[in-house]
């Protein structure tokens, strides 16, 4: 469904993506571990657009998107839950959620949209005018994926959605992921927490300064020695 | 002077600053937008609201329109102008430091001002009255037909930018982009269509402070915009850029001040005030009357 293949991205002279290569499959959730710095929150950055790779070609279901402004490549059905969730923090939540389907005009459909994030996080439909940046940081993240669901998306970007949660939160965050997943959007996701990560993905890669070190089935990586050494604390 | 006097002066004179105060405000409002959303003080915006005044006056003095459509035609023309002018002179510097942008902007300035000498002489030019002028008295308190006019003329184009702002879609894409422009490119925002839509907007509003001041002022030059441009921006600087409310705040503010130093004082001082003003915040609250204490977005 997507396949990165051999990129190399640069902020100036920084060389932040060496011929990084992945491949999602429809339906699965895809995990994309690494530590700080690897260059995961750059991989997603150059899906959704917003930087552009210097070589190498990014194909969504037979597309190539990687010249595509970024506006186009969420219409295809591409949606991405940022790093640090950067939500609309002086917007209430109901406007941000209308944001997430900017790109749409069927208003029956993003009304039974809401009603499905509403479902999903509760926490959001009691707090839906609320100023969203007077949310507490788990329902922030939560606004940020309804967010991006609101466009309806064939596949979601997820950029360490557990960052800065209570471990109980970041469990339900995983859940409803995996839920999502289960309703038939295929997810690829970047964390820094590789046990958990790698207990709800059907894949894996490991990235390191920029280049794909290890990938296999997500028990593969859990099973193999480095990935324990490195990412799992033994 | 005893105090009925006094009062009666203070009135007199916060009418005439409120409604000089309307012009800086909708001046104000271009500045403010266009830099919430691509952080560039617009220099040539000044310069805009001076073709506007012309637009205004080439409908009424030449083609005898009458007012509203004067007024919709010059806000027309000077939106246009504006998107042309961002999509010529900033947009190719999008990804320019700030201070190229910044510097192109007073050259587009310098472009306007003197372009529009070439094409429409130096010669200031006369205003068609548009509006019979009649003098109302209010309690001792005397009210023109143009402060009228320009009251309810800026108070409706604001009620409407207001809407417009908070409750269509582009509106809130808008919002969105000065916020956080990347956040909106991953809402599938097409951030260049914002930053044109905005500056059309900014325009427009100039344009229509240019049309009444023509019609308040009666008189119209190439250089008009300078003055009120820069005080539109302290005005705005006073608010807090970037911050809708603040513009009309202190384009309101910086009339009402203007006003009063001019009446109760002497008219040589009103410049003066309207820069101390400017030193004034930029000392003790650099982000406005309504702008949150520096928090620069990570
Ligand atoms: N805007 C930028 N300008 C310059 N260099 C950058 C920029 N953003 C990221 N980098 C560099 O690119 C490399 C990869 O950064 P990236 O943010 O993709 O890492 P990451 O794997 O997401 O890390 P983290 O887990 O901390 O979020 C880092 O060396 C970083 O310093
Ligand atoms: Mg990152």
Partial sequence: MLEVKQIDVYYGAIHALKGVSLEVVEGEIVTLIGANGAGKSTTLRTISGLLKPQKGTITFEGQTIAAKPAQQIVKLGISQVPEGRRIFANMSVMEN???????????????????????????????????????????????????????????????????????????????????????????????????????????????????????????ELAASESVRKAYLGG | MDFASFLQQLGQQLINGISLGSIYALIALGYTMIYGIIRLINFAHGDIYMLGAYFGYFAT?????????????????????????????????????????????IGVSLFLEYGSMLLVTPQPRTFPAVFPAEIYNVGGLVLNSQQIVILAVSLILMLVLNYVVHYTKSGKAMRAVSYDTDAAKLMGIDVDKVISFTFAVGSALAAAAGVLVGIYYNSIDPLMGIMPGLKAFVAAVLGGIGIIPGAMLGGVLMGVIEALVSGFFSSTFRDAAAFG?????????PSGLLGKNVREKV
């Avoid at chain 1, 999903?120 to 309804?146: D, K, V």
């Avoid at chain 2, 003003?277 to 609250?285: A, G, S, T």
């Fill in chain 1, 97 to 219: 959620l209308e944001l997430g389907a900017y790109i749409r005009n069927d208003n029956k459909g993003i009304g039974e949209d809401l009603d499905m994030v509403f479902k999903r996080f509760p926490r959001l439909a009691e707090r839906r005018t609320q100023i969203a940046g007077t949310l507490s940081g788990g329902e922030q993240q939560m606004l940020a994926m309804g967010r991006a669901l609101m466009s309806r998306p064939r596949i979601l970007l997820l950029d360490e959605p557990s960052m800065g949660l209570a471990p109980l939160l970041v469990k339900e965050i995983f859940s409803i992921i995996k839920e999502i997943n289960a309703a038939g959007t295929t997810i690829l996701l970047v964390e820094q927490n590789a046990h958990m990560a790698l207990s709800i993905a059907h894949k894996a890669y490991v990235l390191e300064t920029g280049r794909i070190t290890l990938s296999g089935t997500a028990k």
């Fill in chain 2, 277 to 285: 003003i400017l030193i004034l915040i930029l000392l003790f609250r």
């Fill in chain 2, 61 to 105: 003095a030449i083609l005898k329109m009458s007012f509203i459509p004067s007024l919709i035609i010059a806000m027309v023309l000077a939106a246009i102008t504006g998107m042309v002018i961002e999509r010529a002179a900033y947009r190719p510097l999008r990804s320019a430091p700030r201070i190229a942008v910044l510097i192109t902007a």
